[in-house]
């Protein structure tokens, strides 16, 4: 524990030193700079158009990350090559995953009921394409 504390203290000391308390790596191919320095400076301008431009090859593999929406989960299923497009790119969008329960919860209603029974699970109609 003592040297947990440590190691957070010699952390928090060098929060304190920096301006605005703002770290990046020392490799600026791969954060956006400052947009006062992609203003006035060449370099940033480069850096910032080549990563927003996609001009950064990113690592192969696949990865899923989801996170707490409003209707539910919403997740992001990426997979890549080793380029600079995703291999594939999936969503699981909340609303697509919920309506499919929909006609199970229909059967024996009135379609008045069924109407409000839609309503009240706030389905986002963009969210329904396949």
Known sequence: ??????????????????????????????????????????????????????????PVGEVYHAVEGGNGELGFYLVNDGGRTPYRLHFRRPSFINYQAYADLSKGMLLSDAIINMSSWNVIAGELDA
């Open 1 to 58: 524990m003592w040297q947990s504390l440590r190691i957070i203290e010699q952390a928090l000391d060098k929060i304190e030193k920096e301006p605005k308390g703002i770290f990046h790596t020392e490799v600026p191919e791969i954060y956006l700079p400052p947009k006062e320095d992609v203003y006035n400076k060449m370099e940033a301008l480069i850096y910032h158009f080549k990563i927003v431009m996609g001009e950064v090859d990113t």
